[in-house]
Each structure stands twice: as C-alpha cells, then as structure tokens.
C-alpha cells in the first residue's frame, strides 16, 4: 500500500521506475538433475530488495522437480508455474513489477473472461438424426442438403 502508483510517481516520471512505484524481481534456476524436469515456479521469483518482501516463500528454497513426491503443506503454496526445464537447461530473468490499475492497462486487471461453447459432431450422426437436429433449431438456421447429406 506504500508504493506508489506508476502514473504518480514524481520521482521517474512513471517512464522509468524507482523504489516508490517499482519493485525488482531476479530469478536464476538451472535443471542439474539427470533424468528428471525442474518445475520453476512465481514461488522462485526473488526481490532484489529483502525488505520488499519478506515473505518466507520468497527466501531461497531447495530446489523441487517433477519427479519428486512434493506435497505443499496446509500452509504452504507451491506457486504458479512459470516453465520446466530439462537437464542442462538454465533460466535467468529480471523483471520489474509496477503498481497499475485495469484503468491503465489490461495487464493491471484482476480478473479475466473466459467463454466456451460445445460444438456438436453432427458428421457422425445418421441421416434421420441429422434431419431430426436441424428441425429442432428454434432459429431455423440450419439446413439439411438432400444431395450431399450434409447441415449447412
């Protein structure tokens, strides 16, 4: 709640960033295990500055894979997943975190939308099926062709 938002920022303007209005994130893991895949996680992302946030999850961690039975406990989240890395695969990032708002941008908003429609597989039904489908339509927007037997 101290930080301030991007677009206020008198000390960078909001073009750059500073200590007010940005946060410094680092992150370096490297897949060393032979046969085995390293799940990198937001839980692995390390702020630049140890007051920012001092969180428990944040302070360095043994490193986890996929192949290893690791169950969170109650009070323990294992983060979103960022990438998995094979062996001999290293990840290295820097990233800055800004305070925003939806307003802004759509990065900055908190929730999303997501749609979905079931599609019928109207091809493998029979011919008395099909033509009893397209009469059900309520909008009529379907047709059968009597020549190719297909709905349109």
Known sequence: MQMRFSRDCNVCDGDGFCEYCSVEFLLSARA???DQT??????DLRSADPKVCPSTRLAPSSRRSINTDFEPNAGEQ???LTVKLNRGQELRLHSIAR????KDHAKWSPAATVT??????IDT???DEKR????SSPTKVFHLDPITKQVS
């Open 116 to 121: 979905f429609m079931y599609e019928p597989d």
């Open 32 to 34: 060393t295990d032979s």
């Open 78 to 80: 294992r983060g979103i």
């Open 132 to 135: 009893s489908w397209v009469e």
């Open 125 to 127: 039904l029979a011919l």
């Open 38 to 43: 390293l799940e990198v996680t937001s839980n």
């Open 99 to 102: 305070k925003g708002i939806g």
